[in-house]
């Protein structure tokens, strides 16, 4: 059912190796996301590796031990050195790397130029599918009505409001609708979910509200999966239908999870 | 500066205050719009919000330049200019000129400074009968409260809230009771008029201070700053010393932006320049014009990162775009400057260790900084506090050891695989206690401010990177 178009796919991505920073979320909690991460990267004609890896240091470089976070990002920079382009199927890890690894070496030249080309070569996955890959078409269909939760990381550290729509609109018997207030975060934030569960819980529950307003719908989308564990588990507590996808399950024709186990 | 420290439980509180949810929720839908639709009225708004970023730097990087300056200007028309290093000397200074001036009654427009360092009642402590003019400020006073924004310091209060105020504190004889917003608006405006014109001294704040005229700027869009400056024979201004810009131009800069980020007006209903006492050839003004320099704190964050959090004109975009903010108020900040802006500047005027929840009540948003006029880098600044936080081992022991923990275990990949599988499986065993099997409804320790609201989706059987390797190597990890 996919309308791409091949020929310049294949001039982009021939003999490109991705690494895959699947992230301690999807690695955990959703290896069906990493899998369908690796399947739109396959189709758009990279080859993917996935190297032995743990945590890109964002909970602590948000929580303040700059230390810890510099020597997760001197571990990461080693690990995914070697490839083309590092894909991570997040946005705030993804802007982790790209805009907060260059600033975390400012006494270490040397240590700072690994970070910048790193940065360089990472790309969120709906953002390198569009931008880099230029994808435009995907083999998936879903026959659901589908709101997309922004990122706030994505929207505001790395420019990602329409690549994920686009790919969205190219789901066969797939229907988005918007929510009136897509750039207002929806609590998750990390760490500050359960350092403040009250108010991230009032957040979720205006984001949840924002959700059912737009009427009938099935598929609550993300690019990143904190915020849909943060939604998903919300929605689950009040007895909603609602179901959590995350956008590479949508986008590779795995959302009933056949990958995973 | 006065900081209560217990965000949580004041948060909490404030969670439960219904009618303040609904005030909230009314910034939080009609504030972002009204400010949208006023900023395409510019022609470029990035453009206009690098030409402010520059002009607040300009001013910040020659600061001690631009305040002689703003002196020399202010004396020159037969002012005085007055610098106070913190709120004591602020206050005293500002006692000693109501005492020069044989006052006893003392009109005020909204300051956010003078909030700052009390202002109100240190003159009240020395016998002095101080009346806020602004009309939030007014009814804050009355109830003997703090400001929940910094704009509209009542948000928080409800209509039959200030109806019982005013039957408090109002000694008038009505033909009707108190019920409209009509009613309230017409007494509150017969009182204060009674005030203005029997203040002896009438102190304000000021939004700008113009360094090449000694002009001093003030917004108001309720006309109470104009009565406060002008009847009174005595005008005191009372400003913070960052508020300083070079030229009129730059006011004029500032000004398109301030009222469109603050109220989504093209400008506010009052802007007025005020340039020193009462000229031999005006016919009305006051014969005494002062100016207090608060520093307060403030060049202490002069050459360091947070110098770019004084480049703020107090605009409230960022709190009214900030959705902790519009989920908790202000009062739950436990400082008079509250928000994302008041999270990176209360550690700075106070202290860290009693403001330490403020830069960790935040999700990282990033709507701050977007509709910052002056490009504040706020998630950067908060970030600043919480690294100081963390290494003058002011956050919990089980955070920093945690911290410390993840970070160990993240340096050595493989480690990590096998703590991954251990906490896995810990969670499936928890999640293995109710019938469906996916979900964990009770976490023990700090998992449990995740379940006291939500349900946690059960871990797979097999990360991702073991089923990887399994596929890829045969099985083999």
Partial sequence: ?261 | MHVERDFVSLSGKALHDESLGEALDTVASVMPIIRSQALTQLEDFAAARERAREVRDEALNRLDHYLELFEQNVQAMGGHVHWASDDHEACSIVAQLCEEADAKLVTKSKSMVTEEIELAAALEQRGLEVVETDLGEYIIQLRGEKPSHILAPALHVTIPQVIDSFNEHHKINRDRPLEDTDQLLAEARAVLREKFMKADVGITGANFLIAETGGVVVVTNEGNADLTASLPDTHIVVTGIEKVVPTMDDAGLMLRLLARSAIGQRLSNYTSFFHGPRRASDTAGPGAFHVVLVDNGRSNMLGSELQDMLRCIRCSACINHCPVYTAIGGHAYGSVYPGPMGAVLTPGLADLDSARHLPNASTFCGRCEEVCPVAIPIPKLLRHWRKQEFSRHLRPRSERFGLGAWAWINTRPSLYQFVQRVAASILRRLSAQRSDGRWVSQLPGPGAGWTRHRDLQAPAARSFQKQWRERNSGGNT
């Fill in chain 1, 1 to 261: 059912m996919s309308e791409a178009d091949p020929a310049p796919i294949q001039d982009l991505s021939a003999g490109k190796r991705v690494g895959l920073l699947a992230t301690c979320l999807i690695d955990t909690f959703r290896p069906n996301a990493g899998f369908a991460a690796v399947r739109l990267l396959e189709q758009a004609g990279y080859t993917v590796e996935v190297p032995v890896q743990g945590c890109c240091g964002q909970p602590n470089f948000n929580g303040g031990d700059e230390q810890g976070a510099r020597q997760m990002a001197v571990q990461i920079m080693q690990t995914f050195a070697e490839f083309d382009y590092v894909v991570v199927p997040s946005c705030s890890c993804a802007a982790m790397i790209r805009v907060h690894y260059p600033e975390l070496f400012p006494d270490d030249a040397a240590a700072a130029a690994k970070a910048a080309a790193l940065a360089e070569k990472t790309w969120e996955l709906t953002s390198f599918l569009v931008d880099v890959a230029q994808v435009n078409g995907v083999d998936a269909a879903l026959d659901a009505t589908v709101v997309l939760h922004d990122s706030c990381s994505g929207l505001r550290e790395l420019g990602i409001r329409e690549q994920p729509r686009a790919l969205l609109g190219r789901v066969s018997g797939l229907q988005q609708k918007e929510l009136a207030n897509p750039d207002v975060c929806c609590g998750f934030g990390g760490t500050f979910c359960v350092k403040y569960p009250d108010i991230s819980a009032r957040m979720a529950g205006k984001k949840m509200a924002d959700i059912k307003a737009v009427g009938p719908c099935d598929v609550v989308v993300s690019t990143d999966l904190g915020c849909l564990m943060h939604l998903g588990g919300s929605l689950h507590r009040e007895g909603s239908g609602l179901r959590v996808l995350h956008i590479a399950e949508v986008l590779a024709g795995m959302a009933d999870g056949e990958e995973s186990d």
